[in-house]
């Protein structure tokens, strides 16, 4: 089946067929293995990706119901690694293992574009069934506020800034 889509930015045509999971279409044939296979049964978050901005667990999803659809992988929120929750992850030590974080970053990203100052309770909310390993979930909610603050901060000093890192 041909599969035309935008990942990241940029329109996309795969044939493959209609039931691949959209992990493996990233994966395999987009070569982008920032998205993380876990359980592959959408319960630990690994394979997080946004479909239409929206975080959606791919590895469950065939490509078949993704036909048109803009996929924002981890590889996508920034091309130097600038986006606001990337410095913020970096500048608390999230990551012990870092398997999760993919995943774990797509939802965040998708929070803050919804929700520029969350609530711990927000988070929690949000942050729910992306599972970690290493128990870190305390650094991830630090680390969101902090993007949150970043963020802020860009705009005060007269530098708006989109969460990507980019200027408007």
């Not at 000093?157 to 980019?166: E, F, T, V």
Request: aromatic residues 2%.
């Amino acid at each position: 089946m041909k599969v035309r889509l935008k990942v990241n930015g940029t329109a996309r045509t795969l044939d493959v067929p209609s039931d691949m999971p959209l992990l493996w279409a990233l994966r395999d044939e987009l070569e982008l293995k920032g998205t993380k296979f876990g359980c592959g049964a959408a319960q630990c978050g690994a394979c997080t990706v946004h479909v239409n901005g929206t975080p959606t667990r791919s590895c469950v999803l065939p490509v078949s119901a993704v036909q048109g659809a803009e996929i924002t992988t981890v590889e996508g929120l920034s091309p130097d690694g600038t986006h606001a929750l990337q410095r913020a992850w970096e500048e608390l030590d999230v990551p012990q293992c870092g398997y999760c974080q993919s995943g774990q970053l797509m939802s965040a990203a998708a929070l803050l574009a919804t929700h520029s100052q969350p609530t711990d309770g927000d988070i929690d909310a949000a942050m729910n069934g992306n599972i970690c390993r290493c128990a870190t979930y305390l650094r991830i909610r630090q680390a969101i506020h902090r993007a949150a603050e970043l963020k802020v901060e860009a705009t005060q000093a007269g530098r708006p800034r989109r969460l990507d890192g980019s200027k408007p």
